[in-house]
């Protein structure tokens, strides 16, 4: 397994955890890494991911409530949208990662970790949200 897509299912089993809890703080990141980050490369990537997903949340969720047609971001299973949120941020904000890459990897959380389903719906708002980027960008 490579070490984002590593990375990234780290990040997503820390964020699901925060989510369902109800935690404000992401305290217990530096253990979680510490017991399951493997190398320090994967590490770092998922540290950056938890902590930019998470301090992001009302922004990532706006943008993706913005284009969820006829879904409410609380009543989505938590696993997919915590992907959402994990791949819009690398959509949004990390420009090393090609926008192809955020999505196909954000899908194949999906359905991996949530349903077969979830794969089709995960690309539909994450392809949703890569063109209102591209059209913002495009307008500057």
Not at 58 to 63: N, T
Not at 65 to 86: E, G, H, S, T
Not at 106 to 121: C, D, H, M, P, V
Request: glycine content about 6%.
């Amino acid at each position: 397994m490579k070490k984002r897509t590593r990375s990234r299912e780290l990040a997503l089993q820390f964020l699901y955890q925060v989510d369902l809890l109800k935690d404000k703080t992401i305290d217990g990141l530096t253990e979680f890494l510490r017991e399951e980050g493997g190398d320090a490369e994967t590490a770092r990537y998922a540290r950056v991911l938890v902590e930019g997903t998470f301090d992001s949340i009302p922004e990532l969720d706006e943008e993706i409530q913005l284009v969820a047609q006829n879904w409410q971001i609380d009543r989505m299973a938590v696993i997919d949208r915590n992907v959402l949120r994990m791949a819009a941020f690398e959509l949004l904000h990390c420009d090393e990662i090609p926008p192809k890459v955020a999505i196909n990897e954000g899908i194949e959380l999906g359905k991996r970790f949530s349903t077969q389903n979830s794969g089709a719906f995960i690309n539909g708002i994450l392809d949703k949200i890569k063109n209102r980027q591209a059209a913002a960008l495009a307008a500057e």
